[in-house]
């Protein structure tokens, strides 16, 4: 009776157990780290962000060739975000980013942290503030965390002027409009240099 709403999982041609669709197969995350591509795919949280800093970090240690992330990432935690950020800007080696889906919110932060921005012709970007959750606890710790959300927003904002070269006050503007830029609109914003071509 409930088939229909049971998770669907792809198996492999030598009938391993099931993937889930969320992640990578074994096989395809060592295609992966051997040509230097990382991929991040749906909310930057705590457990995602940690296991691509690890990946960049490894593949900074085994050599400086560029590194290449492909992003379809939305929204996300900005701590999570921070945590990559830091990770990417500890690198000797150059990134190189390309949204393949739709990248917003706090991924954006990310984002503008690479060192070279491209997009594919149907990646979309979505400038919207960054989700906030509720922490709960005392009145005091609510404050505390308002305060902590609000440093962290600006610090966002920021890099996206600084990698964009909008003014502030327009990218504070876009953010709080939610403002949606297909890849061309990209280009003449200055979140990406150019979208990827055959």
Known sequence: MFEHMRPHFERRPD???????????PWLDEQLFARRMVFLRGPIEAEMAARAAATFLALDAAGPDPISVHMSAEQGNLA???TLVDAIESLQAPVHATAVGEVSGAALGVFCATTERTA????RFR?????????????????A?????????EDLILRIAAATGQPRSRVEDDLQAGRVLTAPEAVDYGLVASIVKR
């Open 145 to 153: 965390e308002a305060g902590r959300y609000l440093r962290e927003l």
């Open 80 to 82: 999570a975000v921070w």
């Open 120 to 123: 594919f012709a149907h990646a």
């Open 127 to 143: 400038l919207a503030e960054p989700k906030v959750n509720s922490p709960g606890g005392t009145a005091d710790q609510v404050v």
């Open 15 to 25: 009938d391993e157990p099931p993937v889930p669709p969320a992640q990578h197969a």
